[in-house]
Nanobody, 122 residues
Framework: QVQLVESGGGLVQPGGSLRLSCAAS????????MAWFRQTPGEEREFIGY????????YYADSVKGRFTISRDNAKNTVYLQMNMLNAADTAVYYC???????????????WGQGPLVTVSS
């Protein structure tokens, strides 16, 4: 059974940084895509970016390009989301997702983490 366990959410000041982790277990993830989404109340999940598990290929939404970086540690089956220059608009619940096929639409992902809250506020 695939499990994605996230950690690292919390409160950060505007302009600050935060790193989220997503530890995957339950199967071999070679070839799978790991993605990050975020969601605010009343809105659909917004694509942030993805990374290919074996090749390290990344793709980001324009809204976070240059500020957010996705990386992975295959030995730990863990994917990271490094968020820099955070602002209030980045306040959301953040989710990691996994699937064999890369996509930018939430509905295409079959497995999800629990979604820690990130609050950007002074």
């Amino acid at each position: 059974q695939v499990q994605l366990v996230e950690s690292g959410g919390g409160l950060v000041q505007p302009g600050g940084s935060l790193r989220l982790s997503c530890a995957a277990s339950g199967r071999t993830f070679s070839g799978w895509v790991m993605a990050w989404f975020r969601q605010t109340p009343g809105e659909e999940r917004e694509f942030i970016g993805y990374i290919s598990w074996s090749g390290g290929r990344t793709y980001y939404a324009d809204s976070v390009k240059g500020r957010f970086t996705i990386s992975r540690d295959n030995a730990k089956n863990t994917v990271y989301l490094q968020m820099n220059m955070l602002n209030a608009a980045d306040t959301a619940v953040y989710y990691c997702a996994a699937d064999p096929v890369r996509a930018v639409v939430a509905a295409r992902y079959g497995y999800w983490g629990q979604g820690p809250l990130v609050t950007v506020s002074s």
